[in-house]
């Protein structure tokens, strides 16, 4: 996984004050990549809000600790559960979006949870955009990624960075959404 | 004919609670399906078989041919219904009206799971003959919803699908999934 820390370390030292970035992951490798990323923010003392559409909170965490992954400077949004119309077990780390997964929710639990985080650098991660897409009109998961977007421009948190099959960045709102960061990195397999 | 050690050998360190995409193609499909139902049930699994491709009977006759213990299968069979096939009741089945009731399916697997007393396996045999009878889209919500309860409640699930699926249902599925085993002889 060497390449995603080189990938990461020189978009750290070019975007050093806020970035938006796309990454375009192997699909084979998805999840993998999602945890060196987290990882390497980790490392370098970030804090921040992962937001999960793919997996549990629960099954997360699990696997997080098994990286070694400092959990206390994470916060959880957790989806996933919701779609899959189960409900999770509380937790002051996550917030379970209700049934509905409603995007003003989403944005809600964001800006509840921004405040709590207090490392050098903050960060929201998003495990996948395009599952979004796949339970919420087009037009919503656009409004969500704007929103995303726009927080970073107006200093509310330093990055965003939002992962991309790349077997799926031919989809049209994930072209658009490519015109609007600050880097697209296309991670080897 | 297929190299059961070497798949055994990809299946051997998969802990519980995983969800793993076996990719393999159409010619091998079958002896594939029926190593894995091997090496679970041999190591303790009881196994639900969502069963898109054969009936209920057959299948029984195939893990009776192979060696494999149908006490520890229990099989959800999408097939037999639908082609108007005989429905033999017995403990171990459960048939539903057809592949694209995946509403019924995803209450049966429930219902299935809390049957089941021990270490237990979903294995879905194949999201490519399901992707055939349902819409894309609507699939890809159904097996996203059963793989997060699946994760929820730490239960196993083995996925097959045919090389030639879908290549963007393939990549929303498989970047669900912990780990890819492209099986080729």
């Known amino acids: ?189 | 004919m297929i190299d059961a050690k070497k798949l055994e050998n990809e299946l051997n360190n998969i802990p519980d609670g995983w969800i793993v995409l076996l990719e393999t193609s159409v010619e091998n499909v079958l002896e594939v399906s029926l190593v894995v139902m091997k090496f679970m049930s041999n190591n303790n699994y009881t196994g639900i078989v969502l069963s898109a491709s054969r009936p209920y009977q057959n299948l029984i006759k195939l893990y009776k041919q192979n060696g494999i213990d149908t006490e520890k299968i229990f099989i959800i069979d999408c097939v037999s219904e639908s082609y108007g096939g005989n429905l033999e009741e017995s403990n171990n089945v459960q048939y539903i009206e057809s592949v694209s009731a995946l509403t019924s399916i995803s209450i049966s697997i429930d219902k299935v799971i809390g049957l089941i007393r021990g270490g237990k396996f979903l294995f879905i045999d194949s999201i490519t003959t399901m992707l055939i009878h349902n819409e894309p889209g609507v699939f890809v919500r159904f097996i996203h919803s059963v793989m997060t309860r699946l994760r929820t409640r730490e239960i196993t699930g083995i996925i097959v699908s045919l090389s030639e699926t879908d290549r963007e249902i393939r990549a929303e599925i498989m970047q669900l999934c912990d780990r890819i085993i492209n099986y080729k002889p």
């Open chain 1, 1 to 189: 996984m060497v390449n995603v820390k080189k990938l990461l370390r020189d978009i750290v030292e070019k975007y050093p004050s806020s970035a938006v970035v796309m990454m375009e992951l192997p699909t084979e490798s998805y999840f993998d990549v999602n945890i060196a990323t987290v990882k390497f923010l980790i490392d370098r003392e970030f804090e921040g809000i992962y937001i999960s559409f793919h997996r549990p909170f629960k099954n997360i965490l699990s696997l997080f600790e098994q990286h070694r992954i400092d959990t206390n400077k994470l916060f959880f949004i957790d989806t996933a559960t919701a779609l899959s119309k189960g409900t999770g077990e509380e937790n002051p780390r996550c917030i379970y979006i209700s049934k509905s997964v409603d995007i003003d929710e989403l944005i809600g639990a964001i800006y509840i949870t921004l405040p709590k985080l207090k490392g050098r650098g903050r960060f929201i991660f998003i495990d996948s955009i395009t599952t979004i897409a796949i339970y919420k009109p087009l037009s919503e998961s656009m409004r969500f990624s704007e929103f995303l977007i726009r927080i970073v421009r107006k200093n509310e948190v330093e990055n965003v960075i939002f992962n991309v099959a790349r077997d799926l960045v031919q989809k049209k709102f994930i072209r658009d959404i490519a015109l609007r960061v600050d880097k697209v990195i296309s991670v080897a397999e």
